[in-house]
């Protein structure tokens, strides 16, 4: 069959047009239909983009007739052979007309339970996030899963795999191969095999500083950066992985991009690895076109980005920027080795004078930029695979510990007692309420623990952690001058004590806005609308900040972007974008 072009589909009548888009969405032209009065689309993002909004804009009975229109998975329609041709070659796809009668048996009966509890059929795109297909393991893994979600929450996410669906049939339409989206998740797919033990035997991605893990990985990043074509790949003294490619003047400004590749425990596969993978495919291309572009790039797999074996932070970025801490090399992990060992142990020189003739020149330098997934919900909530970030939001954290009176908790009046946790649970709702009245500001109080609790003891004691974020340095400094005093205002009228420390200070990063612009004229040219957000999450761009402009793009992240866990993942259709955006961006500068 031949494939679709845009210049047909845009020049077609309305019924020729409807036509060739029949079976996109399951039993549902009107959403074609609406997405068609946004002719012409310059790209197959743009039409995407149109129809995931006829579907967001409509009723939500029209939402449910589109979900109802979808057969069930390995049901009734499988078994009479009555599914259309598209849903028959993706249920054959993932091999469930090839059920075991156990597998067979098990979907039945979570279908059933699913439609009780729901009123529609369960819907997956079961070619996956790399086209090729799920496994029915991984098919009734998701199902058992979801089957607990919040109904409102299971029916955004039933409508997100239907545009995932609709996504992978336009491919197959119009004959598009996501090439390099594919080689993107192919290498995080295959980086992801490297694990630290105790991690890997269960399965779990978890890669901390200088590990056998962590320089598993770092060897291979290695041999992919000289596969790709760069002319100078080289590992730091503190592990950074660094790829260069010049420019058609060897001795011209370099672009600096990158991200880390260590994770946290029990990992996703694209936080920080993502920002390395993209721009190493820009440069494979580069090599391969055997062009030279008049700056060079310079690829940073940074060594280590997330604290986890040992309190150093942004070691691997903040070494660029001429911040090393001496003291670290002193500090010991959980079996006592300690950081000058695991690096000697490595083959670095665990020599501080060495580490910090790693600042990096600013004068040698365009600026910084990075691509990262979200780690949030807002991209995949709007059907957007890109989004351009206005700012590294700046945070404070404090733990802290509400000191009261244990007493009995039969034989103390309300009016008597000197309780710590309700204390820090009010002041837990304080911070949610101050937070919400201000947009792009966030509080948490993520650690509220009871020590030695007991089930009819008034707690005498509450320990408590605080995380305290905005956009910019300002408004974080309101919210936490707040808190602190909302905090005073509750210890005093509760006749408590409180010991409270501020354990961590990160600047606001705000995107320079030449570089942001760069990002939106990127994400322009794909035909995708323009969507500004800021990052809640820190990132070495924080750190190059520092030093030179920086900018951001982000990518959207699926399973309602959920991240630092194993259901974190993208699409090849979105890493592709990623891609053709940071091609964009090589080309304005160029």
């Known amino acids: 069959m031949t494939a679709l072009t845009l210049d047909a589909l845009n020049n077609a009548s ?18 074609v239909q ?12 743009q039409l995407e983009a149109a129809m995931a909004g006829a579907v967001r804009s409509a009723t939500r009975d029209r939402q449910l007739s589109l979900l109802r229109a979808h057969p069930e998975l390995a049901g009734k329609a499988m078994v009479a052979n009555t599914l259309t041709a598209e849903s028959r070659n993706e249920q054959s796809t993932s091999g469930l007309t090839h059920c075991t009668p156990q597998e067979f048996e098990r979907l039945h009966v979570l279908n059933e339970q699913y439609k009780q509890r729901f009123g529609w059929p369960f819907i997956l795109a079961v070619r996956g996030p790399r086209g090729t297909g799920l496994t029915r393991a991984q098919i009734i893994s998701t199902f058992e899963r979801r089957l607990e979600n919040p109904a409102d929450l299971e029916l955004a996410e039933c409508l997100r795999q239907v545009h995932r669906i609709a996504q992978i049939r336009l491919d197959d339409k119009f004959g598009v191969v996501p090439t390099l989206g594919n080689l993107v998740w192919d290498w995080s797919e295959a980086l992801a095999a490297h694990s630290d033990p105790g991690f890997a035997e269960a399965g779990q991605l978890t890669v901390t500083y200088l590990t056998e893990a962590h320089r598993t990985c770092s060897a291979q990043l290695v041999a992919w950066m000289k596969d790709c074509g760069f002319d100078e790949v080289s590992v730091d003294v503190v592990g950074n992985v660094v790829g260069i490619y010049h420019g058609s003047d060897p001795h011209a400004k370099r672009l600096l991009t990158g991200s880390h590749y260590d994770t946290v425990r029990n990992a996703g596969k694209y936080d920080g690895r993502l920002g390395i993978f993209v721009p190493m495919a820009c440069v494979r291309e580069l090599h391969g076109a055997q062009r030279r572009l008049p700056f060079g790039i310079e690829v940073v797999g940074f060594a280590e980005e997330e604290g986890q074996r040992y309190k150093a932070t942004f070691l691997g970025s903040g070494a660029l920027v001429g911040q090393f801490n001496a003291a670290w090399l002193d500090q010991a992990d959980a079996d006592g080795v300690t950081m000058r060992d695991a690096m000697q142990h490595a083959g670095l020189p665990a020599d501080v004078a060495a580490i910090q003739a790693l600042r990096r020149d600013p004068s040698r330098y365009l600026g910084f930029v990075e691509v990262h997934i979200e780690q949030g919900p807002v991209l995949d909530e709007i059907d957007m695979p890109l989004g351009v970030v206005t700012s590294i939001n700046g945070s404070v954290r404090f733990v802290g510990e509400m000191i009261g009176l ?7 009046p309300m009016d008597r007692r000197r309780d710590a946790a309700t204390a820090v649970a009010e002041l837990a709702l304080f911070v949610e309420r101050r937070a919400s009245t201000e947009p792009d500001v966030v509080g948490t109080v993520g650690m509220l623990t009871v020590p030695d609790g007991s089930i009819n003891v008034v707690p005498g004691r509450c320990r408590f952690s605080l995380d305290l974020r905005a956009t910019t340095n300002d408004k974080r400094d309101r919210l936490v001058a707040d808190v602190l005093a ?12 409180c010991q409270i420390e501020e354990t961590l200070r990160a600047s606001a990063a705000p995107s320079d806005p030449a570089w942001q612009a760069r990002w939106e004229r990127a994400v322009e040219s794909l035909g995708l609308p323009i969507h500004r957000l800021p990052s809640g999450a820190g990132h070495d761009a924080m750190k190059l900040h520092e030093l030179m402009p920086q900018a951001m793009l982000f990518l959207r992240g699926g399973n309602s972007g959920i991240s630092h866990n194993p259901l974190e993942t993208i699409t090849n259709d979105d890493a592709q974008l990623c891609v053709e955006a940071f091609r964009n961006l090589l080309e304005q500068l160029a």
Do not use: C
Request: net charge negative; aromatic share 6%; no cysteine.
């Open 14 to 31: 309305e019924p020729q047009a409807l036509a060739m888009l029949d079976g996109v969405y399951e039993h549902s032209p009107w959403i």
């Open 34 to 45: 609406e997405a068609l009065r946004q002719r012409p689309f310059k790209s197959l993002a």
């Open 406 to 412: 244990a007493s009995h908790a039969g034989t103390t």
């Open 486 to 497: 909302e905090l005073d205002r509750i210890t005093a009228a509760r006749g408590l004590h």
